[in-house]
């Protein structure tokens, strides 16, 4: 299970990135490995639009499964990784390198309350069995 | 070897059925609207007939082998409802004849809101709904419009046990209300304290199952509907397992609140392949006048000479139309010729049988199965589909290597809350020799899964086809055959 | 009564259970509510029950006496005998929905070959399954258009001219969404209000408008301008069908349609006083993973060999649960494959002699039947198989009349138009002769007199 240090975690399996301002938000290995090979993928937010931590970003599906990617953040979308649409196989095969958005954050301290590595981890081993 | 499709055996310029010349004078069609190319397929009859037969024959069906689909209820389907339904008398009335010229359709579907209403124990009756989950939003969106007419607004909750069908929550959720899962405890039943929790007065009701997805009878349901009762909720009673209770024990007097009925399911009707289905509604005295509709009514009470006159008609505050027409007629006429020969007595014996050959089963595989919840069954069970000293063997090899044995598999993956659940009821048409087969299949199974796990893996073996490639068929979406001419 | 355990079987069985009678079993039920005594007439054996139903079945009229002039959503068409030999085998008929691909090719690749024929047939890009019917079918289309805006739009159009069952199932469906305003087919409103005024009501609030095509009147119009206007506003199109009038007339496809739905009865599947009937939907391609109910695409096995299984299905209920846009599970399966079958036997031909006769009947009915006096054919313009008739007295009673010389007559569109009192709507389709047609003018013509 791939859980790079320099990243942050929420609960619901998302990864994000901080820069300055600005999160950006993907899924992790252990998320994209439960849903196994995804087959569709939209986004539920537009360019723009005001966001609140624990809303819906965006719908991703398999063969048996089908998970909302949930806002681990609240925040303004600055920014949504078109590509992402047509080329989900980059979700499987390389979950940090392929991002879906990015968020100008409203309120810095979201960030502190997610998980770092370690904790992701050894959360991951809990819900194992 | 692949059957073509339809398009693919078409030969241009060929013809199948024929129909007469007009024998009235030719009208121009409309001018600019007229179809220029019509892409039908062009074959003759027997094209036709060999290639269904050809599709047919690559079929599991009840009529082929055993079908233990966990709360689907895979009963034999009476031939005899077929001959009824062909009755033309039956089949060729046109839904909007005036009443007077059907009342054979009316006393029958009279009767039939009548029959299950006595089985279930409720006030009244509506056929309307086409299958079970229309049912279950017909419900749903009675007990919305009980509370609002109560001034009930603020009850925007509805309680779902987690190990309910899917349907339950996706219905809830349509009818605007927020889904609130109800955890089970470790005897499969409905946890009593974490159900206590969540009762106020934001709670519209729950949605309950009995027997439940596991087969088991809930054994506090009367704390259970005490418990929402209390908090002003009503209770609403799936009635996919009603197959169970038929003669045992009525959800009406429990307590339950409104029901639907799956007549493709206890009641016989046919499979047909995915539907037709059908969900009457049932309700207990206070939601009568909400019901969908319109239902059948008596208009003018009968003699001992003559029969009462039938008529249609709109309960008082009902919930309005779900459906054109009244109901799936065609399979409310199965319904009730079933009904017919059974009788009272016979209901309760369906019951009895479909019970003693679950716990039959359950008798001769929990030695070799985990079966998670010890206790006696309803008329289904679920066991687990793996082993701990037979790692990489899952719920899905297993059920691909009983279709080596000729066995439909069960249910797999449900409900959710059984880890490689498999889901098994066996209805009471099985007879024993075919459950003693069934057993011994997975007991060979099983022991295969120990020794050449492989073979599980590749399974099926003797199907016409092989495990196919659902990750390709999701990607790639070919959903249409394109008529050679067009792309 | 088909339950075969004999007594020696049952004591075999409950020994393996461990326990000593069948009443053992139950005893998890509380004992109050433990076998109720059942108020059900005694059993009757196979011949018993097919005495009586035939019996009850012969104090109905059906349309095998009557001459039928009946339409407005159900439809009598001929049914070729092999459509009703080929549902009745076992294999399609006794089988489930096809989960387990491997067992299930037949009603599989059944219900592809369905799919395509309707995509086809409609002129548009992918059709699912089925829904149970044309009137759960245009609600579904609706709920469809409320998830595709994300529920931010909250108008739907409607024309008058649609199904009145259709729109007051469409308004039962929509009722659980909140904020909605449904308008275009208010009482006030003229029935025969024109598209170029309902597409005033379009705006950018508007998710979905829905017109059908022949309409309730049986009347057809090019619906190109109309959509245009549709879409101008960002709005999704829906066009209610009539699958025999589309054998003869331009695709909603061509119109530009989003969305088609319609009754799929009139394809082989008999009128059986209602139900079972077809839920027909179909939509663009954009719109394909919004769709509710069931779909089957084509694939293939590890040995490369072509074969269909049911996809996309993370959009339904099982996998999304309170997610899922829609509940439905079962849907029509045999019906559809009634459908496919149907329309495999006409064919290319077939469907279009079908449809040229209704057109012909019914233009040959409306015409004689303008010449009676005190009888005015109300439909100016193109129409298919069904037009409206002012009749000189109630419908009722001219139907009373029709029924003593064993003819049903058409419908009376007072019972769902304000305004329409007096107004009749004939059907027409290729079962009604010539002299049928002829006796109902004669028996019409005596009416006015007598």
Request: glycine fraction near 8%.
């Amino acid at each position: 299970m791939n859980i790079p240090g320099d990243l942050k975690y929420a609960k619901t399996d998302e990864w994000v990135k901080v820069d300055g301002n600005v999160a950006t938000i993907g899924i992790t290995d252990y998320a994209q490995s439960q849903l196994s090979d995804i087959v569709y993928f939209e986004f539920k937010v537009d360019p723009g639009e005001s966001v609140k931590k624990g809303g819906t970003a965006a719908t991703v599906e398999s063969v048996k499964a089908a998970s909302d990617i949930i806002f681990p953040v609240s925040g303004k979308v600055v920014e949504l990784n078109d590509a992402v649409a047509d080329e989900f196989e980059g979700i499987n095969s390389k979950p940090y390198e392929t991002w879906f958005l990015k968020v100008e954050l409203s309120n810095p301290a979201d960030v502190d309350a997610l998980m770092d590595a370690a904790e992701y981890e050894k959360y991951c081993e809990e819900r194992g069995h | 070897m692949a059957e073509p499709t339809i398009y693919e055996i078409s030969s241009e310029g060929r013809i199948g059925v024929r129909f007469p010349e007009p024998d009235v004078p030719r009208t121009d069609l409309p001018a600019g609207l007229e179809r220029t190319t019509l892409p039908l397929p062009e074959v003759s009859e027997l094209d036709v007939v060999r290639h269904f037969t050809h599709l047919s024959q690559l079929n599991f069906s009840i009529d082929g082998g055993l079908y233990p689909l966990g709360s689907c209820t895979m009963k034999y389907n009476p031939k005899i409802n077929e001959d009824i339904a062909r009755l033309p008398g039956f089949a060729f009335t046109h839904p909007l004849q005036p009443a007077e010229t059907v009342q054979g359709n009316l006393a029958l579907m009279y009767e039939l809101q009548e029959y299950l209403k006595e089985i279930s124990g409720l006030a009244a009756v509506s056929l309307q709904p086409a299958a079970g989950a229309h049912g279950e939003f017909t419900g749903v969106m009675i007990i919305k419009a009980y509370h609002d007419a109560n001034g009930q607004t603020h009850r925007t909750k509805m309680l779902v046990p987690d190990s309910a069908h899917g349907t339950n929550p996706a219905t809830s959720a349509m009818r605007g209300y927020e889904v609130v899962s109800v955890p089970s405890d470790l005897r499969g039943n409905i946890d009593l304290a974490a159900l206590k929790e969540l009762c106020s007065d934001t709670v519209a009701g729950l949605m309950l199952t009995n027997p439940n997805t596991l087969g088991l009878f809930e054994e506090h349901v009367v704390e259970v509907l005490d418990l929402i009762h209390g908090c002003g909720g009503l209770v609403y009673g799936d009635g996919a397992n009603l197959n169970a209770l038929l003669g045992v024990a009525r959800p009406g007097d429990i307590g339950f609140d409104v029901m639907h009925f799956n007549l493709h399911k206890t009641f016989s009707t046919p499979h047909g392949g995915g539907g037709p289905g059908s969900g009457p509604v049932g309700v207990a005295e206070h939601l009568v006048d909400f019901l969908p509709g319109p239902n059948v009514v008596i208009a003018e009470e009968g003699s001992e000479d003559e029969a009462p006159l039938f008529d249609l008609a709109m309960p008082a505050q009902s919930i309005g139309r779900v459906k054109s027409f009244h109901g799936h007629f065609g399979m409310i006429l199965r319904a009730f010729t079933y009904i017919s020969m059974y009788g009272a007595e016979g209901m309760r014996q369906i019951a009895e049988h479909a019970v003693l050959n679950a716990n039959y089963l359950l008798a001769k595989l929990h030695k070799t199965y985990h079966v998670p919840y010890d206790r006696i069954c309803m008329h289904e069970f679920v066991m687990e589909g793996v082993f701990e000293d037979a790692p990489g063997v899952h719920a899905l090899d297993i059920a691909k290597r009983l279709m080596d044995y000729k066995f439909h598999p069960p249910t797999n993956y449900f409900p959710l809350i059984v880890h490689e659940a498999l889901m098994i009821e066996p209805t009471e048409t099985e007879n024993k020799q075919t459950l003693d087969q069934f057993a011994e299949a997975l007991i060979k199974i099983a022991e295969e899964a120990h020794t050449q796990p492989d073979l599980l893996h590749s399974a099926p073996h003797i199907t016409p086809i092989g495990r196919l490639d659902e990750v390709k068929a999701a990607k790639e979406l070919v959903l249409c055959c394109w008529y050679p001419e067009q792309d | 009564m088909f339950i075969p355990h004999t007594d020696s079987e049952r004591e075999e069985m409950l020994k393996e259970i461990g326990i000593g009678s069948l009443d053992e079993l139950f005893t998890a039920v509380p004992k109050e509510f433990r076998f109720p005594k059942l108020n059900l007439p005694p059993a009757l054996t196979e011949m018993e029950v097919l005495a009586e139903l035939t019996e009850l079945s012969s104090v109905n009229e059906s349309t095998r006496e009557l001459m039928c002039f009946l339409g407005a959503g159900a439809y009598n068409h001929y049914i070729p005998a092999a459509v009703d030999a080929i549902i009745q085998r076992g294999e399609f008929l006794t089988a489930y929905t096809p989960y387990q691909p491997e067992v299930s090719q037949g009603t599989l690749q059944a219900i592809f070959e369905y799919q395509s024929l309707i995509a086809l047939l409609t002129g548009m890009e992918v059709s699912n399954a089925s829904h149970y019917d044309g009137a759960t079918a245009a609600a579904e289309a609706a709920v469809l258009a409320y998830h595709h805006f994300r529920g931010k739009r909250s108008r739907i159009v409607l024309s008058p001219a649609v199904n009145p069952q259709y729109r007051a199932v469409l308004r039962t469906y929509m009722s659980g969404y909140a904020g909605l305003e449904i308008v275009g087919d208010e009482a006030a409103n003229s029935p025969f209000t024109t598209i170029e005024e309902l597409a005033k009501l379009v705006d950018v609030n508007t998710s979905l408008v829905v017109v059908q095509y022949p309409d309730f009147f049986g009347r057809i119009q090019d619906l190109t301008a109309f959509a245009q206007k549709v879409h101008e506003a960002g709005a999704l199109l829906t066009v209610v069908i009539n699958p025999t009038a589309l054998a003869l007339l331009k695709t909603p496809g061509e119109f530009g349609a989003d969305i088609v739905v319609g009754e799929g009865q009139p394809l082989g599947i008999p009128m059986s006083f209602g139900g079972p009937y077809l839920g027909l939907f179909a939509t663009k391609k954009e719109l394909v993973r919004k769709i509710a109910g069931r779909l089957v695409g084509e694939t293939e096995d590890a040995n490369g060999q072509r074969g269909y299984v049911l996809t996309l299905t993370a959009r339904e209920q099982h996998i999304r649960r309170e997610k899922a846009t829609s509940n439905i599970c079962t849907n029509q399966g045999l019906m559809a494959l009634a459908s496919a079958v149907y329309l495999s036997l006409l064919g290319k031909h077939g469907l279009r002699q079908v449809a040229e006769l209704c057109y012909h009947k019914a233009h040959y009915a409306a015409e004689k039947i303008g010449q009676i006096a005190g009888f005015e054919v109300h439909t100016d313009g193109p129409f298919f198989h069904e037009f409206v008739v002012k009749t000189p007295a109630p419908v009722a009673d001219i139907n009373l009349h029709l029924l003593d010389h064993g003819i049903l007559g058409g419908y009376d569109l007072g019972k769902d138009y304000p305004g329409l009192e007096n107004h009749m709507l004939i059907a027409v389709t290729e079962m009604n002769t010539r002299e049928e047609i002829d006796t109902l003018c004669e028996v019409l013509q005596e009416y006015n007199h007598g």
